[in-house]
């Protein structure tokens, strides 16, 4: 995959800048047969960015069709799996970041299906925010509304809220490695298919990751242990 992209960028006062940038997804699947080189084209990316210094908080706004790689939140792949980010690589909707010097928040709008004959409506509502309580330990949470909702020719709703808390441990400067962090978090579900099931149901389960990294080489292990989700 490439993505190619070209924008312009005017800083209208100080500490404020607004840029517009145009884009377009060029992927080849190994083993894939191309048709014609138009296959090669994927979705076109463009979007509105602003960028404004507000003293000791930063701003920054996305808006139209833009990366997914621009969201910087910590998100558990129970969230958004590795196939999920590089298939949909892109975000059409909105995303606001927040950042302090201790502390980082973000919240954004994916609008997936536009309702249509045989398209179901289909957006989710994402969050996430990490706030450094001492400097080896932060605490932060990710959460996402998911709805999946009808098309014209299929009914039935079903509602997927996901809820993570967690508490993350850095010991990287204490031994000096390039990353040595152990994440402690709780899966939360809350789920409910308007038409087959009967009223919510609330899997869970708490979610434990490891990682340790030095030259850029490192090892990660996540373990999950709960219900059904």
């Given at each position: 995959?490439?993505?190619?992209?070209?924008?312009?960028?005017?800083?209208?006062?100080?500490?404020?800048?607004?840029?517009?940038?145009?884009?377009?997804?060029?992927?080849?699947?190994?083993?894939?047969?191309?048709?014609?080189?138009?296959?090669?084209?994927?979705?076109?990316?463009?979007?509105?960015?602003?960028?404004?210094?507000?003293?000791?908080?930063?701003?920054?706004?996305?808006?139209?069709?833009?990366?997914?790689?621009?969201?910087?939140?910590?998100?558990?792949?129970?969230?958004?799996?590795?196939?999920?980010?590089?298939y949909d690589n892109n975000l059409e909707g909105v995303m606001l970041q927040i950042r302090?010097?201790?502390?980082?928040?973000?919240?954004?709008?994916?609008?997936?299906?536009?309702?249509?004959?045989?398209?179901?409506?289909?957006?989710?509502?994402?969050?996430?925010?990490?706030?450094?309580?001492?400097?080896?330990?932060?605490?932060g949470y990710a959460a996402y509304l998911y709805h999946f909702a009808n098309s014209y020719t299929q009914k039935g709703v079903v509602d997927n809220i996901l809820l993570n808390p967690y508490l993350e441990f850095n010991f990287a400067d204490a031994i000096g490695l390039q990353c040595l962090n152990v994440r402690l978090g709780w899966l939360q579900g809350l789920q409910n298919d308007r038409v087959h099931g009967n009223g919510y149901v609330f899997p869970s389960g708490g979610e434990v990751d490891l990682g340790i990294m030095n030259w850029n080489v490192g090892v990660r292990n996540r373990l999950f242990c709960g219900t059904d989700m």
């Open positions: 995959r490439l993505t190619p992209s070209i924008g312009l960028a005017v800083e209208k006062e100080r500490g404020t800048r607004h840029s517009i940038v145009a884009g377009i997804d060029v992927m080849k699947d190994f083993g894939a047969q191309m048709a014609a080189p138009k296959e090669l084209l994927r979705e076109p990316t463009l979007y509105y960015r602003l960028e404004k210094d507000c003293g000791k908080m930063d701003l920054e706004l996305y808006a139209g069709v833009f990366p997914r790689k621009k969201s910087e939140g910590k998100y558990s792949e129970a969230f958004f799996s590795d196939s999920l980010k590089f302090r010097p201790k502390a980082s928040f973000e919240v954004a709008c994916d609008w997936m299906g536009q309702y249509g004959p045989d398209r179901r409506e289909k957006f989710m509502v994402f969050s996430a925010g990490e706030g450094e309580i001492l400097p080896f330990m932060s605490l």
